[in-house]
């Protein structure tokens, strides 16, 4: 009883989907008993069969349910074997291929077994001529479904028509090749494939220039080249970008390695506009996978080296691959409460898809996750732009942004962004942040000779006073050592009473002076996170991240308390001690800090070159910095620093600011207009124009992509609105003014005409159509609205 099996004609559509092509071939399937043969016994039934000299005998093994099925790379090499195989004389020596011949080295080049068709199953079909005329048709398709036979069996499809036509089945399952060496002809593979892998090769170079072994590809060429090499990896790159640059020569070494396997390839994406939006590409290094079989490309998570990718692409395109389940969990606005609100820690990150820091973090995240595992510490993630309550109710300013949750308490994350330090670093914060001290041996080992020590005395864990200092202990647990007793012997030992509760910052000896307390008390009432901190008469070894609520004098030296350079150290500290004493009942925090190891506080005020032994800067409490001059205060620090105060205090110093050269033509033949931290004010605060501002940083990905759209809307608005400015402002060389708050890059904001001292962030797509939304609504001088508030 036949079978009829539909082959419908397919071609690749622009997302690698298939479309019907609009052809149909109906092949038939005979059923015989022959198709329950082991492959063994068929290996041996072809042989024997091949030598019988009648064509019949060979055609009616074909039909009786043997078909050649062969697995090669793609189907082009193994059109190009069975050319080789056809031309000249070569296919006398191929029984299976040609009728008539009488020989048995077919089987040591291909496979001999069954064929049973499956429903939804892609395959190609090729018919070959027996009369040496090389490929005279080919078909790709899928099976649409199948009829089973009286025995339950199906055997191979063949052209009954003519009995000079025979039907090679190549099966395209697994659809992408072993990454293992090729096996050669009596190992039983398809001959000389290493040469067919070549000859491909050259065919794809002919047609696709190559740079270092990895393909070229346009927006042109770009489908074309995924037809023909349907698993492939394709790298989206920015010439500027340093990441890519960097991953250059690694992925070089991958594609020669992979050179007869899966083809590399790559798309300048700053050029190729249409192909980076087509495939959502947002930050550089992009790297995608196309697999054979699948509508859409994988997105590349593995390590950017050579062995990396090789690696990566080995699993990945193995036939059982089956991505593993992700350990990051996925947080919502329905489920988030109730995930971080009952355990004792949780990581989540707040991400956008398109963010490219995101994705660089992703794999290192993962990883941690699977490790953190073990130890109870689950990691999740939210995507911010899809759950946008959640990220404005953690003030989520850019990504990723990482945040700590303690039963539900919320803690910034300030670790390191690579797997290992994700691990390391919440270890230490699932451990507690203020260790309990069961004797005083074991608090007097506890406390530090080198800074500062917090002790909570409790007569039990609970009251506020106790529940304040853990709060406290939580949020300072990365500057100060903090512990607990409980015990009242330990507290008599330090002269304190455990009734009520107490707690204590202890002073090393190092920090010892006359003008200070070796160790304070803190009020009951006050003994909360933001009073843990250095008291204002205390001089530690500090910078500025120490300050809470007092400006902060900073001297700057050699400050080194080992052995051999204490004396000097302490010399330095003892005269800013004196100066501090004065100081006492003034809102000032003093501190001395190693010039070499805060020498970037030092540099972005212009005092790393300044040649003193000592430099000072003052850290107001509304973040604005004021430094020493050093061609105004010479080197007598005592005289000078008293001086340099009572100039902040009286008005008389202008704080710091970071800016580029005001430029001669601020838009230099561009439509966007410069802005630089000294004209910031004078343009942006001019009442008569709505400002819109990009603050960008020269290296980021998505500020030199969405560079083209910025300045196509201001072309456009330009020519159209006499009363808006489009801007730029870089700023990783301007301080940002403090009412604009920039975490990210790209960050926009809007400065209407009228509310320049609340300035709108934008927060839509970056596309013309939100823009253009977004400033209209808005606008207050352009878009029509100053003629209309006239008229009111």
């Not at 019949?56 to 793609?74: E, M, P, R």
């Not at 992925?251 to 390695?257: F, G, H, I, P, T």
């Not at 699977?370 to 989520?396: F, N, Q």
């Not at 606008?779 to 209309?788: I, R, Y």
């Amino acid at each position: 009883m036949g079978a009829n099996v539909r082959v419908v004609q397919t071609t690749s559509d622009a997302n690698g989907g298939s479309a019907n092509g609009g052809v149909e071939t109906v092949l038939t399937t005979a059923a015989t008993p022959s198709t329950a043969h082991s492959k063994e016994q068929l290996q041996q039934q072809s042989g024997q069969s091949s030598k019988k000299s009648s064509t019949h005998s060979h055609h009616q093994q074909v039909a009786d349910g043997v078909a050649t099925l062969a697995k090669f790379a793609n189907f082009s090499l193994a059109k190009r074997f069975l050319q080789q195989k056809l031309a000249g004389g070569e296919c006398k020596a191929s029984a299976d291929f040609v009728e008539g011949e009488n020989t048995t080295e077919t089987t040591n080049s291909m496979e001999t077994i069954p064929f049973s068709p499956v429903a939804g199953q892609h395959f190609s079909v090729a018919s070959v001529k027996a009369d040496n005329r090389p490929w005279s048709n080919s078909v790709n398709g899928r099976i649409e479904g199948t009829e089973s036979s009286d025995s339950g069996k199906q055997s191979a499809m063949t052209k009954r028509s003519s009995i000079s036509y025979h039907f090679i089945f190549i099966d395209l399952l697994p659809k992408v090749p072993s990454l293992s060496p090729p096996l050669n002809g009596a190992n039983g593979d398809i001959g000389n494939s290493a040469e067919g892998d070549e000859d491909l090769r050259n065919e794809l170079e002919e047609e696709f220039p190559l740079e270092d072994g990895v393909f070229v590809l346009k927006d042109s060429t770009f489908d074309s080249f995924i037809a023909k090499n349907p698993t492939a990896l394709v790298e989206f790159y920015a010439p500027w970008c340093g990441h890519c640059k960097q991953l250059a020569p690694e992925y070089a070494k991958a594609a020669a390695e992979l050179a007869q396997t899966v083809p590399l390839a790559k798309v300048d994406a700053a050029v190729e506009t249409q192909l980076a939006e087509r495939f959502k590409v947002q930050g550089y290094p992009t790297i995608k996978l196309w697999k054979e079989g699948q509508t859409e490309p994988t997105d590349f998570d593995g390590e950017r080296d050579a062995q990396g990718i090789v690696h990566w692409l080995k699993i990945r395109i193995d036939p059982n691959y089956k991505p593993p389940p992700e350990e990051v969990l996925t947080l919502t606005l329905e489920t988030f409460d109730d995930f971080v609100g009952d355990k004792p820690i949780v990581l989540v990150e707040f991400y956008a898809p398109w963010c490219g820091h995101c994705k660089q973090l992703a794999p290192e995240y993962e990883k941690a996750a699977k490790r953190l595992k073990t130890h109870g510490i689950p990691l999740a993630k939210v995507d911010a732009t899809e759950e946008k309550k959640l990220s404005e109710a953690y003030a989520v300013q850019g990504f990723p942004t990482l945040k700590i949750f303690r039963n539900g308490r919320r803690f910034d994350y300030n670790g390191p962004r690579e797997a290992e330090g994700i691990v390391s670093y919440m270890l230490n914060q699932a451990k507690p942040a203020a260790n309990r001290l069961n004797s005083v041996k074991e608090a007097h080992k506890f406390m530090s000779s080198s800074d500062v020590t917090i002790i909570g005395f409790f007569p039990s864990e609970s009251g506020a006073l106790y529940e304040a200092f853990v709060d406290a202990a939580e949020r300072t647990r990365d500057d100060f050592l903090v512990g607990y007793a409980l015990d009242s012997s330990i507290a008599q030992h330090f002269d304190t009473k455990i009734d009520g509760g107490r707690v204590i910052l202890f002073q090393p000896e190092i920090f010892h002076s006359e003008y200070e307390p070796k160790r304070r008390i803190f009020p009951k009432a006050t003994a909360t996170g933001e009073e843990l901190s250095l008291p204002s008469s205390s001089i530690g070894k500090s910078g500025q991240e120490t300050v809470q609520k007092n400006s902060q004098v900073a001297v700057y030296y050699n400050v080194d308390f080992s052995l051999a350079y204490r004396d000097g150290t302490q010399y330095w500290r003892k005269k800013v001690l004196g100066i501090a004493n004065k100081y006492k009942k003034q809102k000032y925090h003093f501190a001395v800090a190693d010039e070499e190891e805060f020498s970037q506080e030092l540099n972005s005020v212009g005092l790393g070159t300044s040649g003193l032994e000592q430099n000072v800067i003052v850290f107001g409490v509304d973040g604005k910095k004021y430094p020493m001059d050093p061609e105004k205060y010479d080197e007598n620090l005592e005289d000078n620093l008293v001086s340099f105060l009572k100039d902040i205090g009286q008005g008389k110093m202008k704080p710091f600011v970071k800016s580029q050269s005001v430029p001669k033509d601020d838009k230099n033949g561009s439509p966007v207009r410069t802005l630089v931290a000294e004209n910031f004010a004078k343009i942006v605060n001019d009442e008569a124009n709505d400002v819109l501002i990009e603050f960008y940083a020269p290296w980021c990905g998505h500020c030199n992509s969405f560079e083209p759209k910025y300045k196509q809307f201001a072309a456009k608005h330009n020519r159209e609105e006499r009363n808006l400015i489009v801007a730029k402002f870089d700023a990783t060389e301007n301080d940002v003014p403090e009412k604009y708050a920039v975490e990210g890059f790209p960050t926009i904001y809007f400065a209407p005409s009228g509310k320049k001292d609340k300035p709108i962030k934008y927060s839509g797509n970056r596309d013309l159509e939100d823009l253009t939304k977004f400033v209209k609504k808005h606008a207050v001088a352009s878009f029509g609205k100053k003629n209309e508030r006239e008229e009111l």
